[in-house]
């Protein structure tokens, strides 16, 4: 036990002595600080690969995606503006209330267009009324047309038929009385004959009376015969003066399809009107459905200006309606981001007012930036040219019922990210 005390003793240095060269204490000394310096390279080396790692990282994931600031959640506003003047009877909503389409916004009185809408209603009726005789006339008149010129035309050729006929008996006129003259010819030259004989008494008194009794027979023949021939020669002035008539009278009936075409004008104008009348009875129907304002769509109501009381007049407006459900984001990227970036391309959106992200897809690039479609666009072409980057709307539509809950307002500040690899 002694010994190996001393044994202990001896292989330790004295206080203030310098060990011995090649001891396992001067040994330790030397690597101790090798170690260190080894750990410490080791450590350096570790964190600049694993800090080119997560830059590399960084700089592929942010190659990724395009993001803005400059963008806001986008929206229609329907203004609501009175279609007819009146005076506002009811006011059924209040600033920031929600409705349904449908639902009565605002009232007027509408007692006045109550009262135009029953009398267009009355003059329709009586333009109704009135063209329905004048469509009666039609029918009848076109008949009464056909039959009268059927008529004329068939009373025409009786005429010519009769002309024919008395021209006949006139000839039949003039050839008895071309034989009556004959036989009185012969009648009274016998007459004369015999009143020489008799003279003489060749004959008898009573052959000589014979003789001038048929003499007197044949002068009043001939006398009825040029009577029978101006009879028929009247006849037949008659037969042509019936002719005129009926051709004046052809001429008026075939002058009828013009009173027809007339009575079909008539007609057609009293349609006309009732077609006016109607269109009257419409517009009537209308300003008086005007009377009520209703929601076109589901929203909330904003810049209410109606008030109960109020006169207004047509385009006034009353309120505004913003639906909630017809929302997408208008993010304003700069032209150096849109390289890469096109329609279709996912998008996460990041409000300014939640602690929540929603999703959307890239719909459309604008067709300018949004200098050009400022009220005074920028000309370059005068003054001192200074180069800006341009920024373009971009629209991203949310995917599907993303605001069913209402919280996305017209706007709201967003910022969009897109990935466009």
């Not at 009355?122 to 006339?137: F, H, I, K």
């Not at 010819?185 to 008194?205: C, F, G, H, M």
């Amino acid at each position: 036990m002694a010994q190996d005390n001393t044994t202990t003793v001896l292989d330790e240095p004295e206080v203030g002595e310098r060990p011995a060269i090649g001891s396992p204490s001067e040994r330790r000394r030397e690597h101790e600080p090798r170690k260190k310096t080894t750990a410490k390279k080791i450590v350096g080396l570790t964190g600049g690969v694993l800090l080119i790692l997560a830059t590399s990282l960084w700089w592929w994931h942010a190659g990724q995606y395009e993001e803005t600031d400059d963008a806001q959640v986008d929206g229609h506003i329907y203004p609501l503006s009175a279609r007819i003047s009146g005076h506002i009877a009811s006011v059924h909503v209040e600033e920031g209330q929600f409705v349904k389409a449908g639902t009565v916004l605002v009232e007027f009185d509408p007692k006045d267009y109550e009262v135009a809408a029953e009398r267009a209603k009355a003059g329709y009726e009586d333009a109704v009324a009135e063209a329905t005789a004048a469509n009666l006339n039609v029918p009848v008149s076109r008949v009464g047309s056909s039959s009268q010129i059927s008529g004329a035309e068939a009373e025409l050729e009786r005429a010519e038929a009769g002309v024919t006929v008395t021209q006949k008996q006139v000839e039949q006129a003039k050839a008895r009385l071309i034989d009556a003259q004959a036989m009185a010819t012969t009648a009274n030259a016998d007459v004369k004959r015999y009143a020489e004989l008799v003279v003489k008494r060749e004959i008898s008194q009573q052959q000589y009376d014979q003789a001038a009794a048929a003499a007197d027979s044949a002068n009043a023949r001939v006398t009825a015969a040029e009577a029978g021939l101006r009879s028929a020669e009247e006849q037949v002035n008659q037969a042509r003066a019936r002719v005129r008539e009926s051709t004046a009278s052809l001429e008026t009936a075939r002058i009828s399809p013009k009173s027809v075409s007339a009575i079909i004008a008539r007609a057609k104008s009293a349609e006309a009107k009732v077609t006016r009348a109607h269109a009257a009875l419409e517009r009537a129907e209308l300003d008086l459905s005007y009377t009520k304002v209703i929601a076109p769509v589901d929203g909330i109501i904003g810049r209410r200006a109606a008030q109960v009381g109020q006169n207004v007049q047509p385009g006034q407006d009353l309120m505004a309606l913003v639906p909630l459900n017809e929302i997408w984001i208008t993010a304003n990227f700069k032209e150096d981001q849109l390289a890469h970036m096109q329609a279709g391309q996912d998008a996460s959106i990041d409000v300014d007012a939640y602690d929540r992200e929603w999703h959307g897809k890239v719909t459309s690039i604008g067709g300018a930036t949004g200098a050009r479609f400022s009220l005074l666009p920028p000309e370059n072409a005068t003054g001192n040219y200074v180069k800006v980057v341009q920024r373009i709307p971009v629209r991203i539509d949310l995917t599907g019922d993303a605001n069913k809950d209402g919280l996305l307002r017209p706007g709201m500040s967003v910022v969009p990210k897109v990935r466009i690899r």
